[in-house]
């Protein structure tokens, strides 16, 4: 029996109309998209040179802010080091693609008004310079009169360090290459159009037109795709790889929190390991945090002040010529971030010279009633410390690091040092210290972070490594450093099987009770699998927390712990 197949329905395309501004908005996309990506790198390039705004750096902050600080930690955790360069690449590309956007929905709708020229046979039109000054005047108005007071950067950036002025100036200058760009492209792309309609037929070039674009852009989202998951997945299994399990439970079966008497310090002499810290923390190698995505500030001593202000009877100000005037002493101090993960790299000492801040606050002489001591940054960051820590003669303004002028990394020209408190209170590139009678929360505090901050006691594996293969019957070393802020260490315990036994290390005689202590454990392992798990006591008898805790809001806590195996 014949059948009858059904009528197969013609393919449906857009009308005329229709195409025309898919193809307008598709070609605006690209050239803005191009503008943007070059516009976007001169932003960056005016705020590290010349102190301009960066859009991406206000909104990352505001991206922050918005987190919940367990998320934000485990973000941490999963990225690694470069986690907030991560979240500026982000930013970037969504900046480039609201740049495309622009370029788009600008293209269509200048298309028939008079900021275009009109061909004579109405096939295409060129647009006038006038539009890319028109485009950069949007968007400048835009940024500055929406995104930065979106963001809390104020209106046109009056909140940021770069102020009114210089907000206004930058974000003048990339629109002006923005929208000068764009022109140039979009006409380029225009004019390549007309000529492939004119040589393969309207038909032919446009579906040639649109395989292009869309070649560029599957190309330009696989490429991103496939990097930014293969390198999340990179750190995933190397995050995996870089710490051995730990039967919790074992731990804690026989744990006591506190020994009384405290256990005498086993000082020693210790012998060299490969891969064990350096006593003193070179100024290179010493860590580096900041709330700054793209760059840190760099301060000019010629023109930097310090105020001291608030519930005071005698503000005063002084410039760097005069804080070196006042007499200084030298501190060994360690220093470690409230982001770092049990066993990880955020730790350093050094040997800092300055003064005790107590010697500011008394020439102010502070009204009664004041509670905390507000530390203001030349990067908009802020910090505070309760008035009684503040007084004590271990906080420090410091202006010298390692025997050397304090570096523009680590917050030249002065710096605080408050020892037993994570490295967040230890604010940088100081411009202001207030003293207020409130209970003032900072940066970091606004998103979750704990203010109170004490250092949470660590002690951290540097050798072996984890995963390391090592001989049998040689003698090697366990060895790493601990750390309890300002109670000194008193003991370190090394376990070999995983919590079980502990055996006593070897300390090397710190400096000061708040710097890191060093120490060792000789071994000459049998051939065998062997988790090996370290931790402190402090000098009143504290013993290290077992508890597994993630760094946000109040800092890690648990046993650092790595595998060996033994041929």
Not at 166 to 187: E, I, P
Not at 223 to 233: E, K
Request: a neutral charge; one cysteine or more; aromatic letters at 8%.
């Amino acid at each position: 029996m014949q059948t009858t197949q059904p009528p197969t329905q013609p393919e449906q395309t857009p009308p005329p109309e229709a195409q025309a501004r898919q193809e307008l908005f598709a070609n605006g996309f690209l050239a803005g998209l191009a503008a943007g990506i070059l516009a976007t790198g001169i932003m960056l390039l005016l705020n590290i040179e010349f102190h301009g705004v960066s859009l991406p750096e206000e909104m990352g902050s505001w991206i922050t802010q918005l987190m919940p600080a367990p998320l934000f930690a485990f973000l941490h955790q999963l990225i690694g080091d470069d986690a907030k360069h991560v979240l500026v690449a982000i930013v970037v590309v969504g900046q480039c693609a609201v740049f495309g956007l622009a370029g788009g929905l600008f293209n269509q709708a200048s298309v028939h008004s008079s900021i275009a020229h009109p061909r004579p046979d109405g096939k295409n039109t060129t647009m006038r310079w006038s539009a890319g000054l028109l485009l950069a005047l949007l968007l400048w108005l835009f940024s500055g009169l929406l995104l930065l007071p979106l963001f809390g950067s104020g209106l046109f950036g009056t909140n940021t360090t770069s102020g009114l002025s210089g907000s206004m100036w930058s974000m003048g200058v990339v629109g002006l290459v923005y929208g000068l760009l764009y022109v140039l492209l979009r006409n380029l792309f225009s004019v390549r159009e007309q000529v492939a309609r004119e040589t393969l037929g309207a038909q032919a070039a446009r579906e040639r037109s649109r395989q292009t674009r869309r070649d560029v852009l599957r190309s330009g989202g696989l490429v991103l795709g496939v990097g930014v998951m293969g390198y999340l997945a990179w750190r995933f299994i190397s995050n995996g790889l870089g710490s051995a399990g730990t039967n919790v439970a074992q731990i804690t079966q026989n744990f006591k929190r506190k020994i009384v008497p405290p256990p005498t310090p086993n000082y020693g002499t210790l012998q060299p390991a490969q891969n064990l810290s350096p006593e003193l923390t070179s100024n290179d190698q010493f860590y580096t945090v900041s709330k700054n995505l793209v760059s840190d500030p760099t301060v000019d001593a010629r023109g930097w002040h310090m105020e001291v202000k608030g519930q005071v009877r005698t503000p005063y100000t002084l410039n760097y010529d005069e804080i070196l005037q006042v007499p200084t002493k030298q501190q060994y101090e360690s220093l470690m971030c409230i982001s770092n993960e049990v066993g990880g790299p955020y730790m350093g000492n050094a040997l800092w010279e300055g003064f005790p801040l107590s010697t500011l606050l008394e020439r102010a002489r502070v009204k009664e009633g004041a509670t905390k001591v507000v530390l203001h940054a030349a990067d908009d960051y802020s910090d505070s410390i309760h008035l009684s820590k503040a007084l004590e003669p271990t906080t420090l303004v410091a202006v010298r690091m390692n025997g050397q002028t304090l570096p523009q990394q680590h917050g030249f020209p002065a710096r605080l040092l408050v020892p037993g408190i994570y490295g967040m209170k230890h604010v940088k590139w100081i411009t202001g210290i207030e003293i207020v009678n409130y209970d003032f929360q900072g940066y970091w505090q606004n998103r979750g972070w704990d203010d109170a901050a004490p250092v949470r006691m660590t002690a951290r594996i540097d050798t072996p490594l984890t995963g390391a293969t090592i001989t049998a019957g040689q003698t090697n070393y366990i060895a790493g450093v601990a750390f309890s802020g300002n109670k000194g260490i008193s003991q370190v315990d090394v376990s070999l099987d995983g919590g079980a036994n502990w055996q006593r290390a070897t300390l090397k005689k710190p400096f000061s009770q708040i710097t890191w202590v060093l120490w060792e454990l000789s071994w000459a392992p049998k051939a065998g699998q062997y988790s090996v798990v370290a931790r402190a006591i402090d000098l009143e008898g504290n013993v290290q927390d077992p508890a597994i805790a993630s760094p946000a809001p109040a800092g890690s806590s648990g046993y650092h712990a790595i595998s060996i195996t033994v041929r």
